[in-house]
């Protein structure tokens, strides 16, 4: 078995990785599209779709898939509008935790690591998602897509809570469920570990690298040394 050195920070991601947010996001979605006139894609497809942002998740679904099919400003625009609007007022309701998180940071605040909170997700739905799912006061620190100038994959985010907590990269480890979140690590000089049932665009997650993959989130803890 790989092990891990137990970190001094360790950052996760939300959708995909500690809830299966994608009923909502799909409701929220498809109602957006069908105010605009486009057919609605339904939730298989936009599962698929989920982990880059909100932005690039209408864009796949206005492009049925191709992100770069629709270019149109406004059109984005009408699009971002409606989400928010609907998303805003359903962002809870279906979204449930994934069996074991509680209990797996419960384990890791016992350990006294800091925790971050690093999502693409929009902060204004990240924040009250976290409080209405009672996990915001696990976090030290929240990040969302547009809290920085850059986002997942790009190191920026892992690397500002590193700074912020005082933990040298080499120290860190980020927890996440797509090819985002492992490349955003290897980006930073953060360890993965990646779960294998959150939203890799369909794609199995162990073809990304990450140092560690698991099944569950009871299995975290036997990974670290």
């Known amino acids: 078995m790989i092990k891990l050195t137990t970190p001094k ?5 939300l959708d995909g990785t500690l809830v299966d947010s994608v009923p909502d996001l799909a409701w929220a979605v498809d109602k957006s599209l069908e105010a605009m006139g486009y057919p609605a894609r339904g939730i298989d497809n936009i599962r698929d779709w989920v982990g880059n942002g909100a932005a690039m998740l209408l864009q796949r679904a206005l492009g049925n898939g191709d992100e770069n099919a629709v270019k149109d400003e406004q059109t984005l625009a009408d699009a971002r509008r409606h989400f928010d609007h609907f998303y805003g007022s359903h962002f809870a309701v279906d979204t449930r935790l994934y069996d074991g998180v509680l209990d797996a940071l419960d384990w890791l605040s016992q350990q006294q690591i800091q925790l971050a909170l690093i999502t693409n997700k929009p902060i204004a739905f990240t924040e009250p998602m976290l409080q209405q799912l009672k996990l915001a006061h696990y976090f030290q620190y929240t990040l969302g897509g ?3 100038a850059k ?3 790009d190191p920026q985010p892992l690397l500002h809570v590193a700074t ?4 040298s990269p080499a120290h860190c480890l980020h927890i996440g469920d797509s090819v985002t979140d492992v490349s955003a690590a290897k980006n930073a000089g953060f360890a993965s570990v990646a779960v294998s049932f959150g939203y890799n665009h369909g794609q199995p997650i162990a073809a990304s690298e990450p140092d560690v993959v698991i099944d569950h989130w009871h299995e975290l803890s036997g990974f670290f040394s």
Do not use: E
Not at 9 to 13: E, H, K, P, R, T
Not at 164 to 167: K, P, R
């Open 146 to 148: 547009d809290s920085l």
């Open 9 to 13: 920070l360790i950052s996760i991601d």
């Open 151 to 153: 986002s997942k994959p």
């Open 164 to 167: 912020a907590a005082g933990v």
